[in-house]
């Protein structure tokens, strides 16, 4: 670690087995992950209910290249009316977090697309098909089957819809295996 590692006890006295456990768990983070630059922990001992004992709230300031990662453990329960367990499961979310933050760095996180979206470009009720016009201009064929919660009724030329393609082509080129209509509350800007 480029900066010394800092703890700082609030409501309760230091105690020198509590900073050893700290600089343990801190030590094992830093051989893991030897580019941590900064470390400061956060010990604070709150009331509790007298017949169950006093809860300890921990926060966790680690700062790496690019990133600082914070852990707050306030407990919901009685869970940290051990102030060992309390740092031990403070600083497991830190290890966490920090081999999620590795991921994110080496490019490792799975990306999750949102399925395409078009607009419907003709509709044959008698027949019970349709196509959709997607952002890149293709056409695509639609079965009222494909329409989810049996909308394809409700459907009119013009309405958005988001579609997942089905693996090869049929007799009319791509077809949509699934076509669900898009509120007037999404997210995307729409397609032209």
Sequence with gaps: ?????????????PSA???RHIRQRAAALERTT?????????????????AKGKLYHIRVDLTVPGAEIVVTRNPPDHAHESLLVAVRDAFDAVRRRLEDHGRRVRGEVKTHEAPPHGRVASLNREAGYGFIRGADGEEVYMHRNSVVA???D????GDEVRYAVHPGEGEKGPQASMVAP???HHLDPPVQ
Excluded: W, Y
């Design 1 to 13: 670690m480029q900066l010394p590692l800092q703890i700082n006890f609030r409501n309760l006295q």
């Design 17 to 19: 087995s509590v900073e």
């Design 34 to 50: 030897p580019r941590i630059t900064g470390c400061r922990v956060t010990i604070d001992e709150s009331g509790g209910h007298r």
């Design 150 to 152: 049996d909308r394809f």
């Design 154 to 157: 409700a459907l009119e030329i």
């Design 182 to 184: 898009i509120g007037k």
